[in-house]
């Protein structure tokens, strides 16, 4: 049972005998009944649809799929299905096994005739007994809204793609203007003109304006799409892909180039390598033939139907057509479909709820899907969310005999620090280091960022290169040993990977390249050979711009994964490296609490621990006056020294905070030696009382220090970057450097000026120089990863 869906699962066997005969056998679960007798089934079968003989079609069709022993099965399903309930049949076809006549997946299933929705006991008796008549009051099953019909294949194998990711994307392809001559395997085709483009057009215009009035987004290609277009629209990730266009010898007809209307092929495999790469569920393609029947070989065999094909080579979900349709049945159907969609309806359920826009046709839409695949799909407002806070992390110099505590000031957003002021194509790779206890998912979250910034760069004559793909290697699962070669990656990323060559061939678009987190137990990473072998994989044949060396402890003790970072990075000659902020309520760096009885050192030495983290500042001070009646003030500490890092973050967590006598706390520690930028902070505090006076400014990006002071105090306004919209002020940059990056930030980096863009890595280095401009957007990028101070 799967929410107002009941399900029944109707199996085609071939036996022995060939695949000119079937045993339709219901499964549920272990329980199969002994096999019926095999039914004749044929290509004459197919060929007989919109003939007279239709009733001899119908007949042929139900002894196949409801054989004596199916039949009480189909019957017990349908008087048990509740009020307002749908039957969905999944018709597992089986895989063809060389040369064949035709699919079995062709057969229109749908003509079955069934007893009516009002048919009583004696009519359920007479059909169970009988099949040779229809039964009377009859339904077909692809028009009965109790029924819903998958055609379900096993999957070769070749892709992974999951239909939980959340996307609220339609990437809508629009094909129908594209005409003339086009090469095909078997020769060249020609395809007319639209007599009418307006109208031709009419099903991706419909489906665009159905979902801007729900909470999903159509992302409509430059009409006629090319297939060049249609990839980068794929790039960032879509819930749904839709196609309206002609379908030519397995694959659709697209523009040769972009703004063309000259007619090219877009073969399916290669649609179907950017599905599964690109992870998109559902392919909805309304193209004329789409799910058959396909054209004949010389052979007298037949290839699988496109929408077939794709499916058994990895695409989730594949709604296509059988037969001709006209462009105004296409657009009803589009339309109902993706509003049923957007109205939370599973895949079936809308098809179903769809199909009348083919009324009056011998055309219908079908569905195949993956055996076993949910029939809904995530389709929402953000991708994958991530959790608040997984990838925030803290730099730390490298050097330290004891590892010293992280300094909310240099608090950084992984995403992007590994994204941005990164080496472009032909540069080394660089290498990074991060001390991560609770060993979380990298790779996710940073791919998602590389699409968003894809996305946001897409559009205008711009260079825009395809975003960075991100792997994670777990180097003890493959038992210690790094990839020697393209083949060993292969099998331990599985499906998802993608070969990046370091040479680029030239008809490959331009990119970004592979980054690559080396996921390690820090236990075993400062032994001999380990950083060895990590300096030898850009030797290999890998575009790779970027390697994280992700280190983790099964018992998540931080302090063993920051000793083993600060060897590795050194080992790798870094300055630096990152230590993952840890969960909110965690155990922080070390451990720390406000119990009753603390006081003079033992609480100033908690009192440090959580000035790491404003989050956990805030839950100590919060404690801290629960007990106590009171925050705590400098007199607390008598005849000790607090650092004066310290003191800046007790101060600016009471400027942000709301608890009771904060105002005098405050003070008190104000008296203390505030830092500039702190007790600038304080001041625009203080006069946010007077919306004039208080105001956060321009000017008040020019300094780093001074923008994350007001971040830390969050007196910064929700649409900040409007203060700064083309990136001149060092400000803007160190809160990119700090911030969970967003929708905004992307498109704020694609609106400056190719200077910056580029200095940020967005647009490739045409090595001409303004020696003036270099020197003012050094600011910016020492703005972004500014010196750490000294250890000493």
């Not at 042929?60 to 049949?89: Q, Y």
């Not at 992984?414 to 194509?425: A, K, V, Y």
Request: glycine share 10%.
């Amino acid at each position: 049972m799967v929410g107002h869906v009941d399900e029944l699962i109707i199996q085609l066997e071939e036996p022995s005998s060939g695949p000119r005969r079937i045993t339709a056998v219901v499964v549920d679960g272990d329980d199969r009944p002994p096999p019926d007798a095999p039914a004749r089934v044929g290509a004459a079968l197919r060929d007989l649809w919109g003939s007279d003989d239709n009733e001899l079609l119908r007949t042929r069709l139900a002894k196949a799929l409801f054989p004596p022993s199916t039949r009480p099965r189909f019957r017990a399903a349908v008087e048990a299905m509740g009020r307002d309930r749908r039957l969905r049949i999944r018709l597992r076809l089986p895989t063809p096994t060389g040369a064949q006549p035709f699919s079995l997946a062709e057969l229109p299933w749908e003509a079955v005739r069934v007893p009516g929705p009002d048919a009583g006991p004696g009519v359920w008796d007479g059909w169970v007994r009988d099949l040779e008549r229809s039964p009377i009051p009859f339904a077909e099953l692809g028009r009965d809204e109790r029924f819903t019909l998958v055609r379900e294949v096993q999957p070769a194998g070749r892709g992974t793609t999951s239909t939980s990711r959340a996307y609220g994307r339609v990437v809508i392809a629009d094909a129908t203007e594209v005409h003339g001559r086009v090469r095909t395997p078997s020769g060249t085709r020609t395809v007319k003109r639209p007599g009418d483009r307006e109208a031709a057009a009419t099903d991706s215009g419909l489906v665009s304006s159905v979902l801007d009035r729900s909470h999903l987004k159509a992302d409509a290609v430059p009409s006629p799409a090319s297939a060049d277009t249609i990839r980068r629209w794929l790039v960032a990730g879509a819930g749904a892909f839709y196609f309206g266009g002609h379908h030519v010898e397995g694959g659709l007809v697209v523009a040769d180039r972009p703004g063309s209307t000259e007619a090219a092929l877009l073969d399916g495999g290669t649609l179907t390598q950017w599905l599964l790469e690109f992870q998109v569920p559902l392919a909805v393609l309304l193209a004329c033939d789409s799910a058959g029947p396909a054209a004949q070989s010389d052979g007298g065999t037949r290839p699988l139907p496109l929408a077939e094909r794709m499916a058994r080579d990895g695409v989730p979900h594949v709604v296509a057509v059988q037969g001709t349709v006209s462009h105004q049945q296409a657009a009803d159907f589009a339309g109902s479909f993706f509003a049923s969609l957007a109205a939370e309806k599973d895949i079936d359920v809308a098809l179903g709820a769809s199909s009348h826009a083919f009324a009056g046709s011998t055309a219908r839409p079908v569905l195949y899907s993956g055996r076993g695949r949910r029939m809904s799909i995530a389709l929402d407002e953000t991708p994958r969310p991530t959790p608040p806070g997984s990838t925030d992390a803290h730099r730390v110099a490298q050097g330290s005999e004891e590892p010293v505590l992280p300094d909310e000031r240099f608090r950084v957003s992984l995403e992007t620090r590994w994204t941005l002021f990164t080496p472009d194509e032909g540069q080394p790779c660089v290498y990074d280091v991060l001390a991560d206890p609770s060993c979380g998912d990298l790779a996710g979250p940073v791919n998602e960022w590389e699409k968003m910034l894809h996305r946001a760069g897409r559009g205008g004559d711009r260079p825009l290169r395809e975003p960075r793909r991100w792997y994670t290697f777990d180097h003890d699962a493959q038992g210690g040993r790094l990839p020697n070669g393209h083949d060993e990656l292969a099998r331990a990323l599985g499906e998802s990977y993608r070969p990046r060559p370091r040479e680029r061939h030239p008809d490959e678009p331009p990119h970004r390249g592979i980054g690559l987190v080396v996921r390690k137990e820090a236990a075993g990473a400062t032994g001999p050979g380990f950083v060895r072998d990590l300096l030898q994989l850009p030797m290999l044949d890998w575009d790779l711009r970027m390697i994280v060396v992700q280190l983790h402890d099964p018992r998540k003790r931080i302090d063993t994964v920051r000793r083993a970072a600060d060897i590795v990075a050194r080992e790798l000659k870094r300055r630096e490296y990152v230590v993952k902020a840890h969960a909110p309520g965690g155990e922080g760096a070390g451990g720390h609490d406000v119990r009753g009885g603390r006081a003079g050192a033992a609480l100033l030495d908690s009192l440090c621990l959580a000035a790491t983290d404003d989050a956990e500042l805030d839950r100590w001070l919060s404690a801290a006056a629960a007990r106590e009646g009171r925050l705590p003030v400098p007199g607390d500490f008598r005849g000790l020294k607090v650092p004066s890092t310290v003191i800046d973050a007790v101060a600016l967590a009471m400027i942000r905070g709301d608890a009771p006598g904060r105002k005098a706390a405050l003070a008190a520690w104000a008296n203390e030696g505030l830092s500039k930028p702190v007790r600038w902070a304080m001041d625009i505090a203080a006069a946010a009382t007077d919306a004039e006076e208080g105001r956060v400014t321009a000017d008040d990006l020019s300094d780093a220090d001074r923008a994350i002071a007001l971040d830390r105090a969050r007196l910064l306004p929700a649409r900040f970057r409007q203060l700064d919209p083309e990136g001149l002020r060092p400000g803007s940059w160190a809160l990119l450097a700090r911030r969970q990056p967003t929708e905004e930030d992307a498109e704020w980096l694609w609106g400056m000026v190719p200077a910056r863009r580029r200095l940020a890595g967005l647009e490739p280095d045409t090595g001409d120089y303004d020696y003036q401009l270099e020197e003012d957007l050094r600011e910016c990028r020492t703005a972004f990863r500014p010196e750490l101070p000294h250890l000493t």
